[in-house]
């Protein structure tokens, strides 16, 4: 199904039931926070209700290279799942990074570079936003250093390489390099919200650098959008009828740029339609929108940036390991958490093993081998196609976005056919202390007009 390329970004924020809880910037040891520096037209992407935001040129000429990107009915996979309706595949896949994470990626390298800045730094966690930063700071002559969590380094290690073969200054994490590296592991959370503070703490610390992040910003949401509007405009052309949309959540990226286009143009329409069901299928060893709670949190293990308003299980919470690599994250982004919080969008979560099944079926039957962390996705699609899950079906049709190739992942198959995978489930009590401290949003506001004490998100915790 063949589609234009989108000439502008659209963006969901007029259409939210309420503003987005406002951030809180913490204070650092010496008194103040610590300065990230922020191009004012990712600012301005952030905050401002405009619906539409035009694509810059030299983006747009980069965007072409592999966009639009392929939506097909996925019929094999119908087949092998005993799916009750049609399912529509969007792949992210064919670029040079392997996933969706190229689309902000490019555009975040061309706001910083007209901002003067001369070198990105970012953590990653299974890769692919790092492959995409090199790939689009290589683009844009632009240095990149990037930390990666060192155990997905060391399962992926042609994912250091492929970055390297781009330009890219490669460090595990923890690297020994930052200060936060070398704090005692439990003070430090969870290894990708630890990856992520050593990249802002070195950008703090260098001139010319500044920390760029490829998926919890409102901003990225914003970039990722070009997907869902592609493939509104590719199922419409088909005359494909879709009640279901389905994307994989780490902080939220992917599953925002399928899906939120969807909701914005219901709640844009004049005939007041209902958008389809949006279902973000996130891990079940970092349910933070199924089990977390909607409190204040930090985002990076430095805690110098800002505190957000987001379901969380705790930024310090010890997330099992797992091959959901680029899913293991605490939080989700805060225009995602919003979304949940209003009831415009439904989670569910899925085994690493529900996953790398659904993704053997989708290489069987369609062709396409998946990354672990879309085939969280697709475990989603299977179950509301074929009769439901958690309560949510799909009546007419389910479009499932496969955020990226699996070839750097083959290591995770290979414990899928061999046998040897096993899930470690989230500790409860372990989930329970991470979010003990939290603050919940509007608890301030609820405090003073009952003039009891205020709560903490432990009481909001199941």
């Known amino acids: 199904m063949t589609a234009a390329l989108p000439t502008a970004w659209r963006s969901v924020l007029p259409h939210l039931r309420t503003p987005m809880p406002p951030d809180r910037t913490p204070e650092s040891a010496g008194g103040s926070a610590v300065s990230v520096n922020l191009p004012m037209e990712l600012v301005r992407q952030s905050v401002l209700e405009r619906e539409y935001w035009q694509i810059p040129a030299e983006v747009a000429d980069a965007y072409r290279r592999f966009r639009p990107t392929p939506l097909w009915r996925a019929t094999g996979f119908e087949r092998a799942v005993g799916a009750r309706v049609p399912v529509y595949v969007k792949y992210e896949g064919g670029n040079i990074s392997g996933s969706h994470k190229l689309n902000t990626a490019l555009a975040q390298a061309h706001y910083y570079r007209k901002a003067g800045v001369r070198e990105l730094v970012t953590g990653t966690g299974a890769g692919q936003w790092g492959t995409a930063l090199a790939a689009a700071c290589a683009l844009f002559g632009l240095r990149c250093k990037v930390f990666m969590v060192g155990s997905s380094l060391r399962r992926k290690p042609y994912r250091g390489v492929l970055m390297r073969m781009l330009g890219a200054e490669v460090h595990s994490s923890p690297s020994g390099l930052t200060r936060i590296s070398a704090e005692p592991a439990d003070r430090i959370g969870n290894s990708l919200s630890l990856a992520i503070g050593e990249a802002v703490e070195y950008a703090a610390g260098h001139e010319g650098a500044a920390f760029s992040i490829g998926s919890g910003e409102t901003y990225s949401i914003l970039h990722q959008s070009v997907i869902g509007l ?183 198959y290979e414990q899928l056919l061999d046998g040897g995978l096993e899930d470690e489930a989230p500790d409860g009590p372990a989930l329970l202390a991470a979010v003990s401290g939290l603050a919940p949003v509007g608890a301030e506001r609820e405090a003073a007009a009952s003039g009891r004490p205020l709560p903490t998100a432990a009481g909001a915790w199941s």
């Open 230 to 412: 592609e493939a509104r405009e590719q199922l419409a052309a088909e005359a494909a009828d879709i009640d279901a949309v389905v994307g994989c959540v780490g902080a939220g990226s992917n599953f925002g740029g399928i899906a939120l286009p969807f909701f914005a143009e219901s709640a844009a329409s004049a005939a007041g339609g209902e958008p389809p069901l949006l279902v973000a299928a996130e891990s079940s060893t970092a349910p933070k929108l199924t089990r977390g709670v909607y409190a204040y949190d930090k985002t990076d293990a430095t805690g110098s940036g800002p505190m957000e308003a987001m379901y969380t299980i705790g930024s310090d919470y010890r997330i099992p390991d797992a091959h959901s690599a680029g899913l293991r994250f605490h939080g989700a982004a805060k225009v995602i958490s919003a979304l949940r919080h209003s009831g415009d969008i439904a989670a569910t979560a899925v085994t690493q093993k529900d996953a790398l099944a659904a993704g053997r079926l989708l290489t069987l039957h369609e062709g396409v081998l998946p990354a672990p962390e879309s085939g969280h996705a697709l475990a989603a699609a299977a179950r509301l196609a074929a009769g439901g899950t958690d309560g949510m079906r799909a009546r007419r049709g389910v479009l499932v976005c496969v955020s990226g190739h699996g070839y750097l992942d083959l290591a995770a």
